[in-house]
Structures are given as C-alpha cells and as structure tokens.
C-alpha cells in the first residue's frame, strides 16, 4: 500500500457480521464482478452456504461460510476477461482487494455490512442497495462519482486515491471516520463536503491531505462540529514530538549516556511430585549513568524488576526464566531499553519480548501518547491498519498457509479481534529509525513462529 489508513477505534469494531431473520429478498447475496486477473482471490464472510461461479467454465466452488470469512482462489488459463458470479445465502462481508476489477455489482446483496474493494480498477461503483453497509474500504480506484446517502448506517468510509471531486455525507449521521486524501477536491468542494458533515456527540476524524484545496480550505467548519481534520496544513496526521524527535527533526541534540548490564542471579525451589527443583532466575539488568536527572528512576525501575520477576516464577511454577535487557537507542532525551525474556515449565517453552522508553530527564515511563503528538486511540487504529495492510500482502504473496497466520483475513472475525490484542503498554520500542511493535507469540501466529515484529518508520509520520 503506498498509503497509511488510520481508523478510530469505533469505526471499525464490527464484531458481527450476520443479518437477523426473516425471510430473505429474491436475488439477495448474489453479486458479480468483472476481471481481468489471471489469479483471483477475495473473502466472504456471512452464513450459510456461498457459491462461486468463476466465468471460465470450470466447476464451481460452494463453501460453508463463517463469520470470520471464507477464503476462496482461483487461477486462469485463457479468455482475457470474465464474469464471477458470488451467490450466498447470507453474504455479511466481501474483501476482494487487489484483483483489477473493473466492474462490481453488489446491488442485489442487501445483507453486506463490510466491503473491501481497494486497489482495482473500479471507475464506478453503486452500493445504493446496501442499506446495511457500515464500512466501505474503496480506494486506490478510478472513482469520480461516490453516492453514499442511501447508506445511513455507515461509520467507516475509505475512498482515498481516487478521482472524486464532491461527496455529500448529509445523511451519514453515524460516521465516525471518512479518509478522502488524495483525490481532487478543491478548496469549495472541501469546505462544501465539511459543512455536510453531522454533528454528533461521538468521536470523528476526517483527513483531507494531498488534496487540490487541502491548503486553503477552511477547517473550522468541520471542527465547529466536533470533527478533527487531517491534511489541511499539507502535514501528515502524526508528527514526531521534540521527545521523539531528538536531533533528528528538531536539532536536539542526543543524551551522551552509558549503558551497561549486571548479573542477578537467584533460585526458587520447586518441590513437585516428590521430587525438588532448583529454579533458576537469571537477569541482566540494565545500569545507566550519566548527567541526567531521571536516571537514577530509571535504575530503580530495572532493580525493582529483580523482586517482581522472582515472584512471578514462584507464581507461575515455571522451571527458570531469563532475561536480558538491552539498549535500542537514545533519541533526544529519550532511552529506548527491550527486555527478551525467555523461560519454560516442564516441557512447555516460552519466549516474549517487552519494550521500555523513559525520559531521561525525569525517568517517567513514556506511553505513546506522551511520544508522538497524538490522541492515544488514534495512534492506536494507525498501528493497527499498518499492521493490517502489512499481513494483509504477507497472506497474499503466500496463500498456500497464509504466511503462518492463524487467520486469513486481518480485517475480521479473529484477524481482526487478533491485531487489536496487541498490549500498547510495553509492546513497543524506537529503534533509530523506526518505531517497533511487539506481538507475542500465539496473538498472530502459532507459538512456533515466536514473536512478531513491525517496523514503522518515522518518515511515515513525518511530513519531510
């Protein structure tokens, strides 16, 4: 993706996907797209059964759906375009990104609530049959015209990348998050598209950056209404705070501290079935010296950690346990310390990793919030769509086991509920480039796959 989504929380906590009873309308669930990609793949979610007709005659695939999403591919030999028919009993959600798709009807599925269908070749798309829609994800097409007044329950719109010079969300009164960057709205269509928008007492973001009128448009006419706009200074949504940003942005220069470790070395014994265990508890704990009034915090912080850590292999019954803390980097006043812990009980290992950045100046531990110049929950949907987009090309380049993922769709059911179990109190670091998220094992993957680790680079928060 050649651009960071960023969601509110609210907008796309979507937990499901199923339509209530009643009896269901001729021709719902029944949709088709035109394509001319010699590997198609895409996700349905829902109940039921869903059949795919693939155009090239081939046999068709029918599969039980979930909730979670149903993971359908297919591969052509010949005709250079064709029709796919999606027929279901109840269709919640399709995700069908990437596939040069030109054409898309999803009028006759009344039942869809998530549609994903960025990065094709779309020059129209009419989802005025879906009532139910409550997150439309679009971008990266051709679109000039988006109508969505006939989609009143929606809360997330994506349509970035595109060719739109107007939208009118007057009778979206529940939107909390619409993502319009990079399309070509003038200032007048802008200041137009803000004062359409609702005024509801709930969170609510818009970002309006790279857009023809995003430098002379008038925000306060969105703001006036409880709305934060993004992009209208030509800035991207995040920039680095002089905390994080040390010499780097703001000519800060970088703490001269030194860093070294000391052994702490400690036993439990373990009396089980008869027979005694001696528990080892091994440390390296960090020690940092220097002419900065939060440091000696910080060093009581790590000498603390000798007690905790011990009463937690007592706790647990765990057979031994290691850590080793090390420096990542010092980035302004900022020290950036990770802690790789690793341990095992009988036969059952584990291994995380923990993240630490403090102030030296005060030996305060820093959230996210108190390190880049944004609103924690906001920060948070900025991780959590990277983290999205990023498994999201994983699965696709390998579809046969999804890259280890115990998901196969990072926008839903478990991928979804999986990337937002993510522990933003110590599972995150800077490196020097780069801020680093933290999944343990078994969040995203099986344990054997151990810890995951994301980059996100600073130049993606700062506007250079």
Request: a negative charge.
């Amino acid at each position: 993706m050649n651009k960071i989504h960023i969601f509110l929380i609210a907008a796309v906590m979507i937990a499901v996907l199923g339509c209530g009873g009643g009896r269901k309308a001729d021709g719902d669930g029944v949709m088709t797209m035109t394509t001319s990609a010699s590997e198609v793949s895409f996700i349905l979610a829902g109940s039921g059964t869903a059949t795919v007709d693939w155009g090239d005659g081939s046999k068709k695939e029918t599969m039980e759906l979930t909730e979670e999403g149903v993971y359908f591919e297919h591969e052509y030999y010949d005709t250079p375009s064709r029709l796919i028919t999606l027929t279901g009993e109840i269709i919640t959600s399709l995700s069908c990104p990437y596939n040069q798709i030109t054409a898309l009807d999803v009028s006759r599925n009344a039942a869809l609530t998530r549609l994903n269908c960025e990065a094709n070749q779309l020059t129209k798309l009419d989802i005025s049959g879906n009532t139910a829609l409550i997150m439309l994800v679009c971008g990266e097409n051709g679109l000039t015209v988006l109508d969505v007044s006939k989609n009143t329950a929606l809360k997330t719109l994506l349509c970035e990348y595109n060719q739109l010079t107007a939208l009118d969300m007057s009778q979206n009164s529940m939107l909390e998050y619409l993502h319009c960057a990079s399309n070509q709205f003038t200032t007048e269509a802008l200041n137009g598209l803000f004062g359409t928008l609702h005024n509801n007492d709930i969170p609510k973001a818009i970002d309006i950056s790279n857009n023809p009128g995003s430098s002379d448009c008038d925000p306060s006419i969105a703001e006036a209404k409880g709305w934060t706009v993004d992009g209208f200074t030509g800035v991207m949504p995040f920039k680095i705070t002089p905390f994080a940003s040390g010499a780097m942005i703001l000519g800060v220069e970088n703490a001269v501290v030194e860093f070294t470790t000391y052994d702490v070395k400690r036993e439990y014994l373990i009396e089980e079935d008869g027979l005694n265990h001696n528990a080892p508890l091994e440390l390296k704990l960090p020690k940092i010296t220097g002419n900065y009034n939060g440091i000696n915090v910080i060093n009581d912080f790590f000498a603390n950690k000798e007690q905790d850590l011990y009463d937690y292999l007592v706790s647990s019954g765990a057979w031994e346990l290691f850590i080793t803390y090390s420096l990542e980097t010092v980035i302004g006043r900022l020290i950036s310390i990770s802690g790789n812990l690793s341990g095992h009980a009988g036969g059952v290992g584990w291994h995380s990793i923990d993240g630490y950045v403090f102030d030296l100046n005060t030996g305060k531990q820093l959230t996210l919030s108190d390190i880049f110049n944004v609103e924690e929950a906001r920060m948070l949907n900025f991780i959590y769509d990277y983290v999205s987009h990023q498994i999201t090309e994983s699965i696709r380049n390998n579809l046969d086991d999804w890259d280890g993922y115990i998901f196969n769709d990072a926008y839903s059911g478990n991928g979804y509920e999986a990337i937002r179990r993510f522990n933003h109190s110590n599972d995150f670091y800077l490196s020097e480039k780069a801020l680093i998220i933290i999944y343990q094992k078994y969040v995203l993957k099986s344990g054997a796959e151990g810890v995951q680790i994301f980059e996100i680079p600073y130049d993606l928060f700062v506007n250079n």
